[in-house]
């Protein structure tokens, strides 16, 4: 018997074995071989993936693929949230925090991270120049400042991390029954712990971002289920991926003298250098959309109720766009394209310039304090088949 | 009052359609609908009465590409 084989459906084995240690410590070899062979390729798990530049910013923006369709499982509370919402909802909830991360309250909100870096430092000075960067510093800072643009004092921090990795578990494609349950569970507690943060909010009611929420409520702008999972969400990207921007940054200086200097030396490098680390290891690797209708990828017609895994870190790495891909150079043109990091289109992300920002701080804070900064231990990571994750960062400054 | 918008900055995310829908729009790919008329700067003449959605524009621009000229 012949048979015939055309199309993505056709490939035998798994080319993305999202569950393999081996592809999750290292998946860019992965990513190469599927823009290369299978740029659109049907997944055993049932989703269609797509890796190359071109296609994934094409569709990253098209309007007709949806969120709000798509089956997250046990992560489904996240439809109250824009990340899981079309328009028009999704416009109305981002029209609410937006003026929440213009460059402007940013600008408010840089005071209070470069406070809190500045604090950990003069600890580390103070000391041997010992530091874990990655709780010591990029989540404490970072979440400190969460808290500071929500209107409460920085409690509960590790159980929020952890109860956010246990979500962000669920959400990429390989999940199990484990998973699902930690998942369930770290909804439930968010919602417990938020409800009582609200409502002490609206005993002594303040001007932070869970005020603005509530009066979005009281006015009929946001439901309760809204406010609570919003909330979720702030905690949850206020740390996540900038978090692993600082971490892989930090990793980064630690790995190349030059770059130390280049960020101390030349203040006008700074941005590109932000946007390199961004693009080499991008820390949220793929978004998911579902196609509402024929959807024509290059060689490959998907039809209507598909979902799509865009891999925005392997586009970052397409050759076809950014030569040389696999080497760090915030030098690289412009003009060949913009990283997608932060995704591009109404979904783009919200929280970009506040993110930028904050790593600038950490960054230029280090570098004009200190003369280097070199590792004091290996690096620990728990990378998920979406998400880039560093848990362990030790380094001494000199 | 004119509108400068840096084609090369901005990333389609659309958020000046949502604050000034009768200045901006997407087209059917999702991308800012003005990049038919320019490749690098888009300058165009705004009528007084879409002073304030033009300003919530430039405002919440996550790219910070939109400028206004008095």
Known sequence: MTVTTAGPASVTGDLLPFRDPGFRADPYPYYARLRREHPVYRHPAGLYVVSRYEDVARLIRNPTLSVQQLDFGPAAPIHHTMLGKDAPDHTRLRRITNRWFTPKAVEEWSKVMRASVEAVLDEVEKGDGALDAA?????????????????????????????TYEIGLSLGPGGNDEEARATTEAFAWFAGHIRRLVSDKRAHPGEGLIDAFIAAQDEGRMTEEEVVHTIFLFFAVGHLDVKHLINHGIWLLTQQPGLFAAYRDEP??????????????????????????????????????????????????????????????????????????????????????????????????????????ELAGEPAYAHTEFLRTITHLPVRFR | MKVEVDLKKCQDHGQCVYAAPDLFALDDEGRLSLRSQATDVYVADVDEASAEALYEAAEVCPLQAITVHE
Not at chain 1, 145 to 162: A, K, L
Not at chain 1, 312 to 341: K, W, Y
Not at chain 1, 343 to 367: P, Y
């Open chain 1, 135 to 163: 709780d010591g510093l990029s989540l404490k800072c970072t979440f400190e400042t969460t808290c500071h643009i929500f209107g409460i004092e920085p409690t509960d921090m590790d159980t929020i991390q952890r109860k």
């Open chain 1, 268 to 373: 006008e490098a700074r941005p590109g250098i932000i946007n390199e680390i961004l693009r080499i290891d991008t820390p949220e690797s793929m978004v998911v959309r579902l196609t509402t209708q024929d959807t024509v990828i290059g060689a490959t017609t998907v039809p209507a109720g598909e979902a799509l895994a865009l891999l925005i870190a392997s586009a970052n790495r397409d050759p076809e766009v950014f030569a040389d891909p696999d080497t760090f150079d915030h030098t690289r043109p412009l003009a060949a394209g913009q990283h997608l990091a932060f995704g591009s289109g109404m979904h783009g992300c919200a929280g970009q310039v506040l993110a930028r920002a904050e790593a600038d701080i950490v960054f230029s804070s280090i570098v004009n304090r200190f003369s280097g900064v």
